[in-house]
């Protein structure tokens, strides 16, 4: 039974020591998965292939698609799409690496 928990412990810390955390900045306000962000600095978890994007207490969980490019981003660059009057957000490019996070 302790083996079982020990693992379990062992299985959590790996998966937190996995996440990736990111500095995004939205200069309007955008839409991701349901929820609307306000303008403003964010940080971002990148958990294989979920997003975690938290401001405050503000909280917002969302699948994406992590790809690679052949080069490093520069900056960390967000891409829109226009729906029904509201940005949503579509993709995140990483500044410093070479992920983009593809957003559904």
Partial sequence: MTKRVIFA?????LAVASA??????????????????KAGE??????????VIKHGRLKVECD??????????????VRFA??????RIQEIRLGGTNLKLVFN
Avoid: M
Wanted: no cysteine.
């Fill in 9 to 13: 412990f062992l299985v959590l810390a």
């Fill in 42 to 51: 964010y940080q971002l978890d990148l958990k294989v292939t979920r997003a």
């Fill in 64 to 77: 994406v698609k992590v790809e690679t490019a052949d080069s490093k981003f520069a900056t960390t660059t």
């Fill in 20 to 37: 990736k955390t990111y500095a995004v900045t939205l200069f309007q306000p955008a839409v991701v998965a349901g929820t609307e962000l």
């Fill in 82 to 87: 226009n729906g029904n009057g509201k940005l």
